[in-house]
């Protein structure tokens, strides 16, 4: 059926039409001119194979996202249907596997005619972003309070380019509840993006909650109230499992380590030096009242291994000022003692975070500077690019699996310092339009398995986050799901001004890209 539909736009090209809607773009679609009324009071999303939990709640919920303004006829007698009317989307699971890691086949077909609507998946993770992609082919139109399904017949394929297809969410230097967590995790489902990085501690704060060390939060976070219990962390992680994204966890070190040391002063240096920024102070190698940062950092990835099932752990790496560990002079005479230098005892930290990773049979990721500062990396090591490509080809060409996330920098004004907009929303296309592998070999970049755009927080909160972040990081979700083919900017400037619609109708605080209007079903401002 599909390769009839695609025989007969490649044929007859007026009788199709490009659909000029979905976002991200879909790896192919084929499509035409038809149309068809559904009949809302009675069209339902129905599991056709496997029985799934997971399927079954996201059906219930896709229900009220395909349906937005409520199930029609309020303005008149009920529609009667043709009996051949389409009346329901089968989704056919294959697979009762429903494990979620990066290599979870998340492939799915969509089919949609008159009279027929089928949505086939590997796994029930394929079947969400499916049920995303349908709902988007659903409109409603105001006038008649009807709900219809476009560019009829609709045959689509599709996967992700990428498997990695992060955002980082910083939560040191501003809180955010775990209500506002669970939000960020509707909007990356609604992107097809898969995974957040809970960048959960820094210099700023340390809200995470460790039994085994209580006082790194009772002095470390803001506020008792702000703080994340290991409850909390299972929530956000079961809350972003059955919704197809994973959550990896930051414990940033051994660098940025003054909030873990205002309830442990062990664990930090002093050097007066570098102390007027609470970014320099590293963590210290010295056991001091049977303190040790590395025995706190081990039962941090302990805790944070037992919340997350995703099989990687991010331990930092970064902007670590090793001239803060020579300023200090019993840190001085313990590298003179143990026969090493700065660099030596940069080495030493690493070293250990790897080994309690590896104990807990994960996958360490690092930020770059490691690989910056000449130390030894194992070569499972994922390492994630955050100051340009030039180095990302570095990485990649020194045999690593890479991340990149230089370009797309959310805080920035300008980022990746490509182009500069009069109007700031536009800065999404500098996202969109930077493309991860450019300029590698293929050889090269196969060794990039996706990226990741990154919100720091010293400028946002829970109550700007949606307007901060969205529709922008949009752009990096579509760079980095659709092929690499779709780079028509005038085409895409339409498709993601709908699309920051439909996130406004699921509430997300978002801005548009063009004068339009969006029909919201509730005023967000409604007491």
Not at 54 to 65: N, V
Not at 111 to 122: D, M, R
Not at 134 to 148: G, K
Not at 167 to 187: C, G, P, W
Request: aromatic residues 12%.
């Amino acid at each position: 059926m599909r390769l009839s539909v695609l025989v007969l736009c490649a044929l007859v090209a007026a009788a199709c039409a490009d659909v000029t809607v979905l976002w991200p773009q879909p790896a192919s679609v084929s499509s035409g001119t038809g149309s068809v009324t559904l009949d809302a009071a009675a069209f339902s999303l129905r599991s056709e194979c496997q029985s799934s939990k997971i399927l079954a709640a996201a059906l219930s919920r896709f229900e009220g996202f395909v349906f937005p303004y409520g199930r029609g006829g309020k303005r008149g007698a009920p529609r009667v249907m043709d009996s051949s009317t389409v009346a329901f989307l089968g989704v056919c699971v294959a697979s009762p596997s429903e494990a979620l890691g990066l290599d979870t086949d998340v492939s799915y077909s969509l089919y949609l005619s008159a009279t027929t609507a089928v949505l086939n998946a590997t796994t029930v993770f394929g079947a969400l972003h499916g049920l995303e992609t349908f709902s988007q082919l659903v409109d409603y139109d105001w006038q008649s309070d009807a709900y219809s399904m476009s560019y009829l017949p609709v045959a689509i394929d599709d996967a992700p380019r990428f498997p990695w297809r992060g955002l980082l969410v910083d939560t040191a230097r501003h809180y955010y509840d775990v209500e506002s967590l669970l939000h960020i995790v509707d909007t990356l489902a609604q992107n097809k993006m898969n995974v957040m990085h809970w960048h959960i501690v820094d210099a700023q704060s340390f809200p995470l909650v460790s039994s085994a060390y209580p006082n790194l939060s009772t002095a470390g976070a803001y506020h008792p109230t702000a703080v994340y219990t290991p409850a909390d962390l299972e929530l956000v992680v079961s809350y972003a499992y059955e919704r197809g994204v994973n959550v990896l966890f930051e414990l940033d070190g051994p660098g940025h380590s003054y909030a873990m040391a205002l309830g442990y002063p062990e664990l930090g240096v002093d050097c007066p030096t570098y102390e007027a920024n609470i970014n320099n102070i590293p963590q210290n190698p010295i056991v001091s009242n049977g303190i040790s940062a590395l025995a706190v950092v081990e039962s941090l990835y302990n805790l944070t291994a037992a919340a997350s099932p995703f099989p990687f752990i991010h331990t930092g790496g970064d902007e670590v000022v090793q001239a803060c560990w020579s300023d200090n002079a019993a840190v001085v005479e313990w590298m003179k003692d143990n026969g090493l230098n700065t660099q030596g005892l940069y080495q030493y930290f690493e070293d250990a975070y790897q080994g309690f990773v590896a104990a807990l049979n994960r996958t360490a990721l690092i930020w770059e500077d490691p690989f910056d500062n000449g130390l030894k990396i194992p070569t499972e090591t994922i390492i994630e690019v955050w100051r340009n490509q030039a180095t990302l080809q570095e990485v990649v060409a020194a045999g690593y699996r890479a991340i990149l996330a230089a370009p797309y920098y959310l805080d920035q004004q300008i980022p990746n310092a490509t182009v500069t907009h009069y109007e700031w929303e536009d800065t999404w296309q500098n996202f969109w339009g930077s493309d991860p592998v450019s300029g590698l070999s293929a050889a090269e970049a196969e060794l990039v398995i996706g990226g990741e755009a990154c919100m720091w927080s010293e400028q946002v909160m829970p109550t700007n986050f949606d307007s901060r972040v969205w529709p922008r990081a949009s752009g990096f979700a579509e760079r980095f799901w659709s092929p690499a083919s779709v780079n028509n900017l005038a085409n895409a400037i339409g498709r993601l001004n709908a699309h920051s619609c439909r996130m406004q109708i699921r509430g997300v605080y978002c801005g548009p890209i063009e004068p339009s209007f969006c029909l919201l079903p509730t005023s967000p401002f409604a007491k």
